[in-house]
């Protein structure tokens, strides 16, 4: 059953669910993988396109990193209780792991390395000396502790829903900012890389690549723990730099087809 317009902010969502009250419910909470303006391109809108059965409350918000998660809580904590979703979709860590926070765990080959208390395994060279581990750890740490949050609030006032998880995608450190207009960003990743030395692509990659796979090792390791829980694993899908439009946000191709490949088939059965 088609209900038209489905991506909602709250006041209008309320106003649908008053109106098509069998209708499945989705809560969108997450940075700008949900919340890409002002093109229609980013998943949560991707999604709502495959599931056009499905009201999906629309709380994403552009460069939303650990603070700006946390004083969203309350309102998250509200709307779980209110609306008992059938899925609550997260997008978040991203801007922790391979966003602005990157300049706080990089390093010269030079300075002092720690390795923490994780598992690394192996570790390949350019991350030994470029990445200060045991700071990423802690980053890794406050990724999950926001995540946490939300499983908590979602056993308590409806056990039920069903949360999904996503890993993003290997980015491209390609020096390639935000742009709208006359407005351009600074890019997020390439220039901490440069500045401690690490100036080839590939290198860069391998780092990139690496941030990544550690961030959904942690992902993994917690659904594990939890029932009701699904890790969308996208990475690999985009293998172009042509797919991305910048540093860290694919183009709306991009969107669509990790939309399509990945979180259709997962939550085919709990959305409509």
Known sequence: MAIGRNNLALVQFHKAVETHKEARRALCFGDS??????HPTDLNKQIAKLFKGTLFLREGVAGRDSAMW???????Q??????????????????DIVGEELREFVKTPIQPQSPGNSAWGEIP???????RLETFEHALRYAIKDIKEVVQCRDLYSPQSIIYLHTYDYIWPSGVGYKLGPIKMQPWVKPYLDQVGLTDPKRQRVVTHWLIDQFTRELRAFVSQHANMILIDSR?????QQQWENEIHPTAQGFESIARRFWKPALSGTLA
């Open 33 to 38: 993988w949900f919340q890409y303006p002002p």
């Open 70 to 76: 946390k004083a969203a809580m309350p309102r998250i």
């Open 78 to 95: 509200r709307e779980i209780g209110t609306y008992r979703f059938d899925a609550i979709l997260l997008s978040t860590g991203g801007n």
């Open 125 to 131: 060279v350019p991350v030994f000396d470029h990445i």
């Open 236 to 240: 690999g899908a985009l293998r172009s």
